[in-house]
């Protein structure tokens, strides 16, 4: 080292110390190998390959180069005006952009909001984004998050930079990452919350970004805390299902896992419960036994709930301990959270700070304009604290609005083309992208769940509310088995052609209701949809005891009942 002042310990101990950054950052690997992935990718991929297994291509190609050092790939595809191929597809994933060909020759990016919790400021930028490099939208996912779709090949970098400038890295929203986390939207404002989760969020938030060996999962990875408050966050559908719960110490988290629900499952029992200062060092071991446990060999069973299923619950659990180097603290007794609101994220609701509500933002499916963004971003620095939050339900919050500025924000609402009340029907449609994005989809749900929308609003009125879903593919992004009416494209012979159209499934629910959706039938055309879910909605409300709502009624029908009065209807619509 040239001489800079210091003594040669001093220098001797720099360069020792730099040699250790950079060999973390993978740059000291030989050239015939490429930039090595981290340590735990390649400890667990090797442990893979000596049991004799073979690496599926996206273990192959994440241990030639690690996804976190090919920037200078997706640099080069950008200037050449190039899409990726479909393994570069998956690397750039790591980076948040997703090729969304043949449904769009266009990138697709996923941002990275943690809690669904961002600002004014960052909401502007944005809109000044979408504006500039996508197609003037920003859709709100069911991870209350964001993305942009009709992004050109050579803005899919620049898009990723300049969502960094605004504090917002799409850094592994694909691919085999830990996806956004979310929590309760309502967090440090709700009433009946037991804590404040966003501390905790932005803690583990920033963990996952700064620690390279946590980008060595084999699949995909989800987490969400719930705080205990009135608006349902979908904890048990994660990987990790973080619950607040009062006991003879405190406030702590209950802790299930394996949550996915495409896969039919929800997050298991554990029996755990966490202090919320071992939330984040308790999420970081978990992660490693997955990483050292997970199926490498086949991309069908490398989720979590595959390694709950060969290891059981006890096991895994005796692992993270070790992993931890103490042991887990198992539940005394609790008092269970109060159950959340059946659609509490629509509407105005009082704060737990005195004098101050926030408001339920209904969006037409989560689609927003860059002036709707821009106007929303105005409402809620003019008449609240320049926070906006995101839900899993697509719609948002703007919170601390002075009780004298709701009529101003009401009004504003309305010039943006957005409301505040929604039906009892409509404050529960969720639907993904569908067809006109996704080239897995099989039906174009967005338009569907409109059409759908329209048509039972002008034929009933129900007074609860309830949960209409429609997904696209087998993904299940818009989480179809937890909707009280879930359906999930699928392909309907017509005479000689093929049409859009659903598979039903009638009961599901999540919190309180928590339970899988049942198929009630098969191939439903889309434009039968609409006919089949009035008649079962007015047999409900004919039939019901009392107040029943729809998912205990339901529950009380056979599938041959539901059925029957599906296709009871589609006779009479013949």
């Given amino acids: 080292m040239p001489d800079t002042g210091f003594s040669p310990e001093q220098q001797e101990y720099l360069k020792g110390f730099m040699a250790g950054v950079e060999a973390r950052r993978g740059s000291l690997a030989p050239a015939s190998e490429g930039n090595a992935p981290a340590d735990a990718l390649r400890a667990a991929q090797d442990r893979t390959l000596a049991a004799g297994g073979k690496l599926v291509l996206q273990e192959q190609a994440k241990r030639e180069r690690h996804p976190l050092d090919r920037w200078d790939e997706l640099t080069a595809r950008a200037a050449a005006g190039r899409f990726p191929k479909p393994i570069e597809d998956f690397i750039g994933r790591y980076h948040g952009l997703f090729y969304v060909g043949p449904a769009q020759d266009a990138f697709m990016c996923r941002l990275r909001i943690p809690g669904g919790i961002l600002n004014a400021w960052q909401l502007r930028g944005i809109a000044d984004i979408a504006e500039d490099c996508a197609n003037g939208h920003a859709d709100i996912t069911t991870r209350a998050n964001l993305q942009y779709r009709e992004i050109p090949a050579a803005k899919g970098r620049e898009v990723v930079m300049r969502l960094g400038d605004i504090g917002l890295l799409p850094r592994g929203t694909g691919a085999d990452n830990i996806r956004n986390v979310t929590a309760s939207p309502t967090a440090g404002i709700d009433l009946a919350e037991l804590i404040d989760t966003r501390p905790l969020v932005r803690a583990l938030h920033h963990h996952i970004l ?4 946590l980008f060595a999962l084999p699949r995909k990875f989800n987490i969400s805390l719930s705080g205990g408050g009135a608006v349902e966050v979908l904890q048990e559908t994660n990987d990790i299902a973080l619950t607040a719960i009062e006991t003879a110490e405190g406030i702590r988290f209950r802790l299930n896992l394996g949550g ?21 060092s308790v999420c970081d071991a978990i992660l490693r036994v997955f990483i050292a446990e997970g199926c490498r060999t086949d991309r069908t069973k490398a989720r979590l709930k595959y390694v709950l299923d060969r290891m059981g619950v006890e096991s895994f659990l005796l692992a993270v301990e070790d992993r931890l180097g103490k042991p887990l603290p198992r539940l005394a007794a609790t008092t269970p959270p109060g159950a959340p609101a059946k659609h509490g994220h629509i509407g105005i609701h009082a704060q737990k700070q005195p004098g101050l509500s926030y408001i339920g933002v209904t969006t037409t499916l989560g689609r ?32 601390d609005i002075p009780e004298a500025s709701i009529p101003a924000i009401r009004s504003g609402l309305a010039q943006l083309g957005l409301g505040w009340e929604a039906s009892a029907l409509r404050g529960g449609l969720v639907a993904c992208t569908g067809a006109a994005g996704c080239k897995f989809a099989a039906s174009d749900t967005k338009r569907h769940a409109a059409e759908l929308a329209d048509f039972l609003d002008a034929r009933i009125a129900i007074d609860q509310p309830i949960n209409i879903h429609l997904t696209g593919c087998h993904h299940s992004c818009a989480q179809h088995y937890i909707a009280d009416i879930g359906l999930i494209g699928a392909k309907v012979e017509r005479g000689e052609d093929m049409v859009e159209g659903y598979d039903l499934h009638i009961g599901g629910g999540a919190g309180p209701e928590q339970k899988i959706g049942r198929l009630v039938r098969k191939s439903v055309a889309h434009d039968e949809l609409g006919p089949i879910v009035l008649a079962l909605l007015q047999a409900w409300q004919r039939d019901r005891a009392g107040a029943e709502s729809f998912h205990l009624w339901s529950a009380s029908q056979s599938d041959e009942t539901l059925a029957a009065l599906a296709a009871a209807r589609v006779l009479e619509d013949a």
């Fill in 368 to 399: 927003l304009t860059t002036a709707q963004l821009r106007g929303l971003a105005d409402l809620a620095e003019r008449h609240g604290s320049g926070t906006i939050r995101l839900t899993v339900w697509q719609n948002l919050l703007i919170s």
């Fill in 260 to 280: 996915i629900t495409g896969h039919r499952d929800f997050a298991r029992a554990t029996g755990v419960a966490i202090a919320p200062e071992d939330v984040v």
């Fill in 210 to 213: 700064a620690t390279r060996d």
